[in-house]
């Protein structure tokens, strides 16, 4: 793979890894996103747009939340990302 695709294009980069690693990621309760001012302290957002595709929606999420922050409510229904309904509580 080295030689077909990368040797021609970044000819710096030797065909010998220096460090392998796994990716992981984290997964909220139930693979759900996690969206929410904390119970105990209204001033704090709880937000874990995790369980490895939350990426995909970071732009949306941080839109959602941006709104939120400023506005105090956000154009989208938040409420499925409650915790309340992932049925956890922080602490």
């Given at each position: 793979?080295?030689?077909e695709?990368i040797?021609?294009r970044?000819?710096?980069?030797?065909?010998?890894?220096?460090?392998?690693?796994?990716?992981?990621?984290?997964?909220?309760?139930?693979?759900?996103?996690?969206?929410?001012?904390?119970?105990?302290?209204?001033?704090v957002?709880?937000?874990?747009?995790?369980?490895?595709?939350?990426?995909?929606?970071?732009?949306?999420?941080?839109?959602?939340?941006?709104?939120?922050?400023?506005?105090?409510a956000?154009?989208?229904?938040?409420?499925?990302?409650?915790?309340?309904?992932?049925?956890?509580?922080?602490?």
């Amino acid at each position: 793979m080295y030689q077909e695709y990368i040797a021609d294009r970044l000819p710096w980069l030797g065909p010998r890894p220096v460090r392998t690693l796994s990716c992981l990621y984290t997964n909220a309760y139930g693979n759900r996103f996690l969206i929410d001012r904390h119970p105990d302290h209204d001033a704090v957002l709880v937000v874990s747009a995790c369980s490895g595709h939350g990426f995909k929606h970071s732009p949306a999420i941080g839109e959602a939340l941006a709104q939120w922050v400023i506005d105090g409510a956000s154009e989208l229904d938040l409420s499925p990302f409650a915790l309340a309904r992932a049925g956890r509580r922080v602490s």
